[in-house]
């Protein structure tokens, strides 16, 4: 048996950097199937080294020394977003596959850091964007481009959960982790819209700021004949997407995690079950890592950055600024 197929049959190896809520919530999921958490970086010592001991993994405070000891196929980043940048830079530079969790920075000019170091290194570099690892996602995408409803008419969708309602020190709601409703959660719809139906011709946003974050906006992207209408909120809980077209319409109850899509024309009613998860977000990243490519299928670079050009567009015309960005601007 060749050296390549053995590691093919061997679990995946993960090097995560972070040890908070989103790093415990995946590595829940992906061990209960072929993967392995060989590593852990972290700032936080005491929960660093209680995820090790939980999962067997070699604990590390530096995330260089993670970067020299080796030992794993593939670097997850599941930190505050306004770091996602500097270490996925970091470890493709030192020629390691990245899977990091969304949004993958602050700016477009940050997702195009992390895209040249890709590009240059030639190593894998993926937004962790569950929703479009998912068969439920790619089947109404499928149904859209089928043209199954139709011609577009309109789509709404909302994402909202009571967020103001945590501790004023959650990155959530702090500034200096460019907190807020936009690229925590506004990310899902504002994806989901692009992946349907691409760039937008027009987009409008109108919101609320409050201590220095955003905590509502209803964004609008405008296509040839229709509008997408998204609501995003942190005052409430609700989640919803409907798609109308001239032949029918396609609903997705809890769209950025469904395990369901429901199409409705005169003619039929349709159903599609399946499972939007963290264990097949990993399985198949980690697929096309042993395959040696440096661009996911499921989530492209080019939607990477024109979803964050969304984002910065929308902040524009919010005034939304955060901090660290008026630290930086003042001294350049």
Known sequence: MNRMVMKTMSKFRWAYVGSGSIAGNTARSVTKGEHTIA??????????????????????ADFDALLEADGFDGVYIATPHTSHADYAVR??????????????????????????????????????????FSDVALTVKQ?????RIGWIRSVRMEYAFPGVMMRKTSRLLMPQTAGG??????????????????????????????????????????????????HISLTKLRESCRIVGTEGGITV????????????????????AGKTDYLTEFTRAAEEIRAEKTESLFVPHAATRDC????????RQLGLVYPFESQNKQEE
């Open 308 to 315: 964050m050009r969304i984002m910065d567009e929308c902040r």
């Open 253 to 272: 109850p809890v769209f950025h995690m469904a395990k369901l899509a429901a199409l409705k024309t005169k003619a039929k009613k349709e159903t599609f």
């Open 181 to 230: 409703a936009l690229l925590d959660i506004g990310v899902y719809p504002i994806t989901y819209c692009y992946r349907l139906f691409g760039y937008p011709d027009r987009i409008d946003c109108r919101g609320t700021l409050k201590d220095g974050i955003d905590i509502e906006e209803t964004v609008t992207l405008g296509y040839a004949g229709f509008d997408c209408t998204l």
């Open 39 to 60: 590593a852990v970086c972290s700032r936080n010592p005491e929960t660093a080294a209680a995820f090790a001991e939980k999962y067997g993994a070699a604990v590390y």
């Open 143 to 147: 149904w859209i481009d089928e043209k």
């Open 91 to 132: 470890a493709m530079r030192a020629g390691k596959p990245v899977l990091c969790e969304k949004p993958v920075g602050v700016s477009t000019a940050e997702v195009d850091r992390m895209l040249a170091a890709s590009r240059e290194n030639g190593v894998y570099f993926c937004e962790a964007m569950w929703t479009w």
